[in-house]
Nanobody, 123 residues
Framework: QVQLVESGGGLVQAGGSLRLSCAAS????????MGWFRQAPGKEREFVAA????????YYADSVKGRVTISRDDDKNTVYLQMNSLKVEDTAVYYC????????????????WGQGTQVTVSS
């Protein structure tokens, strides 16, 4: 099993930045694709970003492209989501996930999910 714990969420003003972290325990994430997802009240969970292996390719939703960067630290078994130029519409619970299928992550499918961390962007 893989356990994922997100942290780094909080309240930030529009235009500000946050860095989310996802710490993994259990199996190594080295062979897994990792993704970040978000869900706002009354909305479906949506894809935000993913990082694949072995090439470390990254993918971003159009809504966040150019404003967020996904990265991973294999030594710390941690995945990060750096978010800049935050908008009010970025407000959501952000979830980290791991999946054996990168294409699945893009379709909001994963093998393991974290508990989520709240991001609130105020105007």
């Amino acid at each position: 099993q893989v356990q994922l714990v997100e942290s780094g969420g909080g309240l930030v003003q529009a235009g500000g930045s946050l860095r989310l972290s996802c710490a993994a325990s259990g199996r190594t994430l080295r062979t897994y694709g990792m993704g970040w997802f978000r869900q706002a009240p009354g909305k479906e969970r949506e894809f935000v970003a993913a990082i694949t292996w072995p090439g470390g390719s990254t993918y971003y939703a159009d809504s966040v492209k150019g404003r967020v960067t996904i990265s991973r630290d294999d030594d710390k078994n941690t995945v990060y989501l750096q978010m800049n130029s935050l908008k009010v519409e970025d407000t959501a619970v952000y979830y980290c996930a791991a999946g054996r299928s990168e294409r699945g992550l893009l379709a909001v499918r994963a093998d393991y999910w974290g508990q989520g961390t709240q991001v609130t962007v105020s105007s």
